[in-house]
């Protein structure tokens, strides 16, 4: 198989969480040194793909100065990423069938490599799903997806799978791995802190 390019790939922002240890606020507005998280996620993910999409439950009114389409999970109450990736695989290939791979970015890892989609779709030579690692560690968010698989991907959620691994494992996976704390997560106020010093 052929590496897809940039043009091949869109790319979908998930912030369709509760947050919950951030006390509930919006993950994708808090503020880090000035930029909202998701302000910093559209520029790193941005060059990386053809188009980019947001999966959000949130009022879509509140994200219309970033200028992207907003998709809200259509399946369940809050499924998890696995939902939000579904949304993102069903809208394009219903509106963009010409775009035949999607890439997944969490809006709370603003570090995340400058060239992951690319290394991702290197992986893809002799795989169907490419997923980043750190370290040995899986990081099934930062994921790249066939738009074919979405099918099978509301299927899989109808039957009651959750986590994003339970649901590639199915399938040939490649596990890319990157330096250390390429995919620093803020889930807690300290974390937010601590991101502040990296900057």
């Not at 880090?32 to 520029?43: C, H, N, P, S, Y």
């Not at 690319?118 to 738009?147: C, D, Q, T, Y």
Request: proline share 7%; no cysteine; hydrophobic share 45%.
């Amino acid at each position: 198989m052929t590496a897809p390019q940039t043009f091949d790939i869109a790319g979908l922002i998930l912030a369709g969480g509760r947050a919950t240890r951030m006390g509930g606020r919006n993950k994708a507005e808090i503020e880090l040194a000035g930029q909202t998280l998701l302000a910093r996620t559209i520029v790193r993910a941005r060059p990386q793909v053809g188009r980019l999409l947001l999966n959000a439950n949130h009022d879509p009114g509140q994200f219309a100065r970033y200028g992207l389409p907003v998709l809200a999970d259509t399946l369940g109450d809050h499924w998890g990423p696995l939902a939000g990736i579904l949304a993102g695989l069903e809208h394009l290939r219903d509106t963009w069938p010409q775009i035949a791979w999607m890439a997944s970015f969490p809006t709370d890892s603003p570090f995340f490599p400058e060239d992951l989609v690319a290394r991702l779709a290197e992986a893809l030579a002799s795989h169907e799903i490419a997923m980043a690692a750190s370290r040995g560690r899986p990081e099934p968010v930062f994921g790249l997806w066939p738009i074919s698989l979405a099918g099978d991907l509301r299927g899989a959620l109808s039957d009651g799978v959750r986590k994003v691994e339970d649901f590639a494992k199915a399938y040939r996976l490649a596990r890319v791995d990157f330096p250390a704390d390429s995919f620093f997560n803020i889930n807690a106020p300290e974390d937010l802190q601590q991101a502040a010093k990296r900057i």
